[in-house]
């Protein structure tokens, strides 16, 4: 008999798992950056400070954390592969069965004992078996990755120099390609609340939401188009909206990021926005503009709890004409 059998949904949470700590940790270097960067390059002469020389020095600082970053990525696509293949049959991820049992006399064995398929053998094994195939760009990178994991993890030399807008990429694919069927944001959230802190409570308004506000405020400027479109569900230029029921979960208000540096709603219809994040559609209703003429806004909130704030800037009428008058008033 054959015991601690893994389950698929098992793998790809570990997969999971892994993949979100790649995918904070390089978010963290590009945030760190955008963060602290204008602070440490503010003793150069102006000239040197706005070329790209000091992001430069601060990636191939950052280089031996960005392949620790790339092992992690191996990892996580090794052990998604073994989870769709389970999801088949968990025997077919062993590699021999020469191994001794657990209880010798009473013929139990333990299956984390055996031996599994080489990495180099799970793709194939996964289009054999599996009802979906891999794609040839997933192949290539995740060959890439593999070779690049063996030369970090045997000898710790690896030459190539890592972008972290190179990681977003290969992240995104893996996402794509190991997890069809499920949402980023619903599982970021998810996975970045099972923290070491999980089970403490703490008096603070912090909370997974808000983490995922600061680091979209600094992550979003940065991406590409395509990486964009990927993470947010819809093209850079389209218009997009305050989700006000999200920025209140995260607490946001009182320091930067403002909900309103963060939209992440878009119109869906004549009436209703929809919010990436929560997944939620909220109604709206069309008005002449905005008062605050700053913005000029034509949609307001029709949201129970949020009715009459503008879509954009985040004002109430009422609130923007109140503000108006106290500062007359000094």
Same mark, same amino acid.
């Given at each position: 008999?054959?015991?601690?059998?893994?389950?698929?949904?098992?793998?790809?949470?570990?997969?999971?798992?892994?993949?979100?700590?790649?995918?904070?940790?390089?978010?963290?270097?590009?945030?760190?950056?955008?963060?602290?960067?204008?602070?440490?390059?503010?003793?150069?002469? *102006? /000239?040197?400070?706005?070329?790209? @020389?000091?992001? $430069?020095?601060?990636?191939?600082?950052?280089? +031996? %954390?960005?392949?620790?970053?790339?092992?992690?990525?191996?990892?996580?696509?090794?052990?998604?592969?073994?989870?769709?293949?389970?999801?088949?049959?968990?025997?077919?991820?062993?590699?021999?069965?020469?191994?001794?049992?657990?209880?010798?006399?009473?013929?139990?064995?333990?299956?984390?004992?055996?031996?599994?398929?080489?990495?180099?053998?799970?793709?194939?094994?996964?289009?054999?078996?599996?009802?979906?195939?891999?794609?040839?760009?997933?192949?290539?990178?995740?060959?890439?990755?593999?070779?690049?994991?063996?030369?970090?993890?045997?000898?710790?030399?690896?030459?190539?120099?890592?972008?972290?807008?190179?990681?977003?990429?290969?992240?995104?694919?893996?996402?794509?390609?190991?997890?069809?069927?499920?949402?980023?944001? *619903? /599982?970021?959230?998810?996975?970045? @609340?099972?923290? $070491?802190?999980?089970?403490?409570?703490?008096? +603070? %308004?912090?909370?997974?939401?808000?983490?995922?506000?600061?680091?979209?405020?600094?992550?979003?400027?940065?991406?590409?188009?395509?990486?964009?479109?990927?993470?947010?569900?819809?093209?850079?230029?389209?218009?997009?909206?305050?989700?006000?029921?999200?920025?209140?979960?995260?607490?946001?208000?009182?320091?930067?990021?403002?909900?309103?540096?963060?939209?992440?709603?878009?119109?869906?219809?004549?009436?209703?926005?929809?919010?990436?994040?929560?997944?939620?559609?909220?109604?709206?209703?069309?008005?002449?503009?905005?008062?605050?003429?700053?913005?000029?806004?034509?949609?307001?909130?029709?949201?129970?709890?949020?009715?009459?704030?503008?879509?954009?800037?985040?004002?109430?009428?009422?609130?923007?004409?109140?503000?108006?008058?106290?500062?007359?008033?000094?």
């Amino acid at each position: 008999m054959i015991t601690n059998i893994p389950t698929a949904d098992e793998l790809r949470l570990v997969s999971l798992r892994l993949f979100f700590k790649a995918w904070a940790d390089t978010a963290n270097i590009i945030t760190e950056w955008a963060e602290y960067g204008e602070w440490a390059t503010e003793s150069q002469q *102006e /000239d040197e400070a706005d070329s790209p @020389a000091g992001w $430069k020095q601060y990636i191939a600082a950052a280089q +031996s %954390d960005l392949q620790a970053i790339f092992t992690l990525i191996q990892q996580s696509q090794e052990i998604g592969l073994k989870a769709s293949i389970c999801e088949v049959s968990p025997f077919l991820l062993l590699k021999r069965t020469d191994v001794r049992p657990t209880e010798g006399e009473q013929n139990v064995w333990d299956f984390t004992d055996f031996p599994t398929l080489d990495a180099s053998e799970l793709i194939r094994v996964h289009n054999m078996f599996c009802s979906t195939t891999i794609s040839k760009e997933f192949q290539f990178k995740y060959d890439e990755i593999r070779r690049g994991r063996n030369k970090i993890s045997h000898l710790g030399i690896y030459r190539k120099s890592l972008e972290p807008l190179d990681i977003i990429d290969i992240l995104q694919l893996h996402y794509s390609e190991l997890y069809p069927g499920r949402r980023w944001m *619903e /599982d970021r959230l998810h996975f970045a @609340a099972l923290g $070491k802190w999980v089970d403490f409570q703490f008096d +603070s %308004d912090f909370n997974e939401r808000t983490g995922l506000f600061n680091e979209l405020w600094h992550l979003i400027p940065e991406l590409t188009d395509d990486q964009f479109k990927r993470l947010m569900g819809h093209e850079r230029n389209e218009k997009r909206f305050v989700c006000h029921e999200c920025g209140y979960d995260a607490g946001l208000g009182n320091a930067e990021p403002y909900v309103t540096d963060v939209p992440t709603a878009y119109l869906v219809s004549e009436d209703r926005v929809r919010c990436v994040i929560c997944d939620v559609e909220y109604p709206v209703k069309h008005v002449t503009s905005c008062p605050v003429t700053e913005c000029g806004c034509e949609w307001q909130s029709a949201q129970e709890g949020h009715i009459g704030l503008c879509m954009e800037c985040g004002w109430a009428p009422e609130e923007w004409q109140e503000s108006k008058r106290g500062q007359r008033d000094i």
